[in-house]
């Protein structure tokens, strides 16, 4: 068996991983924001520099300047944020933060200021990263009442701190680690969810597909992961989330193929969202389509969403695709996605994302055994 690789360490190139190119997917490396000793923060404008000279004066920062930049020390760091807040968001990409350390000018590590202050108020994030802990919530066939599968979402614990996966990711972006992240994350999943299937059951596991520039470099630590815990791939469904900002539909058809050349299923989140359009759903034709948690959210018969639900349920089937509806949290909604044809369903109603896979809440197992 493989050894499992420690945060910040490549794995290892052994087996079916042979020989493949590394890159910077097979570790999470943050920056070391304690190495930095000053920013040297830069506005785009006469108009925008001056307003900085103001709110940096508000909150009590010496106004020192070099090539018209203002110069912060590592210590009043902690004021940025403040500073920051003072800006619209029109403004804010037109404040670039350059660091120091001592005297040596980091140009690699240039970046607008609000990822600045965004790294600076996720120091946790190199700790967090290595305690992924993923919660599983189930995902159920709608015509028995069987759990199909359970979907994999990333959590973390970190000196007494939770985050989710949104704080998590949008560090991880902040950082630049969102590559090293996601497949970080993905390995972490199979580690720790797929030995709690049983019987035939999925695991949906989520990636982003705007950091996967090659589907056959990329993929190569997922896959040889898969192999260390002897995972069946028909069991893993990869699902495509953040896919408003991927618009490369042929890469994105080569990563689906990628995956599904190893045996495994993929999907695509958010259908009705107008991120994943019909075209992208025609095109990449996915085993497994998602529901706009939107689309559902409250539906009840005489709702007027019923009919544009019903049609792309429909439009899915015609195509060759299941569909799950999300984010149900009542029987009311359970039992019309049921009569709209939709194949699976979750969300609260059916069970919440927990530690260790636990099947269907008691008022999901009444639902079936009285339907």
């Known amino acids: 068996m493989t050894a499992t690789p420690t945060l910040g360490q490549p794995l290892p190139t052994t ?11 097979h570790a999470v490396v943050p920056l070391d924001l304690d190495r930095f000793t000053s920013l040297a923060i830069h506005a785009a404008s006469r108009h925008l520099h001056r307003k900085l000279a103001l ?22 760091f902690e004021c940025l944020d403040q500073v920051l807040a003072g800006f619209s968001q029109t403004e804010r990409p037109d404040l670039l933060a350059l660091p120091r350390s001592g005297d040596r000018v980091e140009t690699w590590h240039i970046a607008p200021l609000e990822q600045w202050v965004a ?15 993923f919660h599983l ?19 973390a614990q970190w000196h007494g701190q939770f985050f989710g996966a949104g704080p998590l990711l949008q560090a991880a972006a902040a950082h630049g680690q969102s590559r090293g ?12 969810a797929y030995p709690q299937l049983q019987g035939d059951q999925v695991l949906f596991i989520n ?23 002897g995972a069946d791939f028909s069991r893993l469904l990869f699902e495509v989330t953040e896919s408003e900002a991927f618009p490369d539909l042929r890469l994105l058809k080569r990563i689906l193929e990628r995956y599904r050349a190893e045996g495994a299923q993929v999907a695509l989140d958010d259908l009705g969202a107008g991120h994943t359009s019909l075209t992208y759903l025609s095109e990449l034709r996915p085993d497994v389509v998602k529901l706009d948690r939107g689309l559902v959210r409250d539906l009840h018969g005489d709702d007027p969403r019923v009919p544009l639900v019903s049609a792309l349920i429909r439009y899915a089937h015609d195509l060759g695709v299941r569909v799950v509806a999300e984010g ?25 994302p927990v530690e ?15 339907r």
């Not at 189930?138 to 994999?152: C, F, M, T």
């Open 356 to 370: 260790q896979a636990s099947g269907l809440t008691p008022q999901a197992l009444h639902y079936w055994a009285t």
């Open 207 to 229: 990636f982003a597909p705007g950091v996967v520039y090659n589907p056959d470099i990329c993929l190569q630590t997922t896959f040889e992961t898969c192999r260390e815990v």
């Open 15 to 25: 087996g079916h991983a042979s020989g493949f190119t590394s890159c910077d997917c």
């Open 137 to 155: 919530q189930p995902i159920v066939e709608l015509a028995s009442g069987r759990v199909y599968g359970y979907e994999a979402l990333v959590r």
């Open 55 to 76: 709110l940096l004066t508000a909150q009590g920062l010496p106004l020192e300047t070099h090539d018209d930049a203002f110069v912060i020390p590592a210590q009043a």
């Open 328 to 352: 149900l949290e009542t029987q009311e909604e359970v039992q019309i996605v049921y009569e709209l044809g939709t194949d699976y369903a979750q969300g609260y109603f059916l069970g919440r």
């Open 119 to 133: 790294r600076l108020s996720s120091r946790w994030f190199a700790g967090a990263s290595g305690h992924l802990r």
């Open 181 to 192: 992240f996601d497949a970080h994350a993905r390995r972490t999943a199979i580690r720790q």
